[in-house]
């Protein structure tokens, strides 16, 4: 095993390039990642692989695990947390495969998985990245795939119209809720809980943008590929297991508000500051929609107080930015 820290670069490897690179950032999730390192060295038996986990300054002996249980796999340990985008790209420096797969530690492969993912990118030579069909714990359907956020994606969820009409292809336009997920077909972003990408898209389009800390990169890093002319697809064939949220639930309340300001970085990235500034206001707008029902909730005792507090949260942010 080659381990070293964020900041050093590992020597010694063989000339050959394995078929896929998976890279595994890991804050606080020992158990999760020893389940989902299980699962998908089971899944890649068969195919040349290399496995790299940064772990960001985890304090519960995630990163000792690796190294006592899984001496094949490079291990990077960061003294800080470095985020997803920026952990995911030291992977990156460290990878040498023809494929770099983002996975989530909460994740757990299901059978050949990742060579599927494999196979069907060397059948799609215009693909630059492909997402893979997520399943919940209890094996129902997970979305992971959508539009880029908009001012109307946005607007829908603020009014309550993405719950109240899911099947509507135009309400539920964001989460595709209208759709069973069961066919291939072109998408704007797939999620990055596990996301496979061409190392020569990467290379002509940059790494993942450091400057998102969790959340909206991959639709960031997928945008710039469009640009480019390479394709993103929703593949069904490969499925996993993603049990959500485990790293974001340490922030607490705050991840919604990372979620929102991430979202609003992609759009003054992308759409400029006025629109981004809008979205700020129609996120605004949802908050004080949603804050009245929760005060009475509240005061009735049927209701949360962490609830109001996160809206109150909202509407301040969505005031000062």
Known sequence: MKETSASQTLGGKSESVPDLSISIVNWNTRDLLDDCLKSAKKSCAEIDHEIIVVDNSSSDGSADMVADKYPDVDLVRSRINLGFATANNVAFKHSRGRYFLLLNSDT????????????????????????????????????????????????????????????????????????????????????????????????????????????????????????????????????????????????????????YSSRNQFLRKHRGRAYAAAHRGIVGLGALVRLPAGIAKEISGSGSREFVRFQSKVLRWSVLG
């Not at 919940?136 to 979305?143: E, I, K, M």
Request: aromatic fraction near 14%; proline fraction near 4%; hydrophobic fraction near 40%.
């Open 108 to 259: 757990i492969v299901l059978d050949d998985a990742l060579p599927a993912m494999v196979s069907f990118m060397d059948d799609h030579p215009d693909a630059g990245a492909a997402g893979c069909k997520l399943l919940n714990q209890d094996g129902s359907l997970q979305r992971s795939c959508s539009p880029f956020p908009s001012l109307m994606t946005e607007l829908f969820d603020a009014l309550y119209l993405s719950k109240l009409f899911p099947k509507s292809r135009v309400f539920g336009s964001y989460a595709m809720s209208y759709w069973g997920f069961n066919e291939t077909r072109e998408v704007d972003f797939a999620g990055g809980s596990c996301l496979i990408l061409r190392r020569d898209a990467v290379k002509e389009v940059g790494l993942m943008d450091e400057s998102f800390f969790m959340y909206t990169e991959e639709a960031d890093w997928c945008c710039r590929l469009k640009q480019k002319g390479w394709k993103v697809y929703f593949y069904p064939g490969a499925q996993i297991v993603h049990l959500g949220g485990e790293s974001s639930k340490q922030y607490g309340s705050d991840i919604g508000l990372m979620l």
